[in-house]
C-alpha cells in the first residue's frame, strides 16, 4: 500500500523543487513550444534563485505531494499581497501551480493537492479559491470546473 504525504517545501528542498517545476512544465507544455523558447523559460522561471525567492515571497506557500516519501508534483498557492494581478476576487486563496510527474499521472494525486488548497482556503479564512494557472493546463482547469462548488470554502 502507498503513503501519500502533502509536506511544506522547505529551503532546503529548492534543488528537487526545481527539478519538479522543470520537468513537470516541460512534460505539460513541450508539445506547443520550441526547444530553445522552452529552454530559456525553464532556466528564467525555474532556476534555483527564482524558485528560493518565490518560496520567501510573504503570502506564497510550496507544497509537495509525496508517494512513499518521494516528490511526485508540486502545488504553489499565494495569499494577501502575493496574490497576481490576475485575480480579480477578493480575500481569495489562489492556485498558482499544480503539478505532478508523469510518473504519478492518473493516480488521484491532483485531486488530493486541490483538497489540500481548499482545506488551506478554509484554515485562512478565504471567501473564494482563483485558478491562477494557464488556461490551456487542461487538468488543473478541468479539475476546478467539476470542483465549482466547493471552490467556496464554507467558513467554519
Not at 494525486?109 to 471567501?127: P, T, V
Not at 488556461?135 to 464554507?154: I, M, V, W
Request: net charge negative; aromatic share 8%; charged share 15%.
Amino acid at each position: 500500500m502507498t503513503e501519500t504525504q502533502i509536506i511544506p517545501v522547505t529551503e532546503s528542498q529548492i534543488p528537487t523543487l526545481v527539478n519538479l517545476a522543470r520537468t513537470t512544465f516541460a512534460d505539460t507544455f513541450n508539445a506547443n513550444t520550441a526547444p530553445a523558447d522552452m529552454a530559456a523559460f525553464l532556466d528564467t522561471a525555474y532556476s534555483p534563485e527564482q524558485l528560493t525567492q518565490e518560496l520567501h515571497t510573504p503570502g506564497t506557500t510550496f507544497w509537495f505531494i509525496t508517494v512513499d516519501g518521494t516528490p511526485a508534483g508540486y502545488l504553489k498557492l499565494n495569499v494577501d499581497g502575493a496574490v497576481t494581478a490576475d485575480v480579480q476576487a477578493k480575500n481569495a486563496l489562489e492556485l498558482e501551480r499544480i503539478y505532478i510527474l508523469p510518473a504519478y499521472k492518473h493516480q488521484g494525486l491532483g485531486s488530493k493537492l486541490y483538497a489540500h488548497a481548499l482545506k488551506m482556503a478554509q484554515s485562512l479564512h478565504k471567501d473564494t479559491i482563483a485558478l491562477g494557472v494557464w488556461e490551456h493546463n487542461e487538468p488543473p482547469s478541468l479539475q476546478f470546473k467539476c470542483n465549482t462548488l466547493a471552490t467556496r470554502p464554507k467558513r467554519p
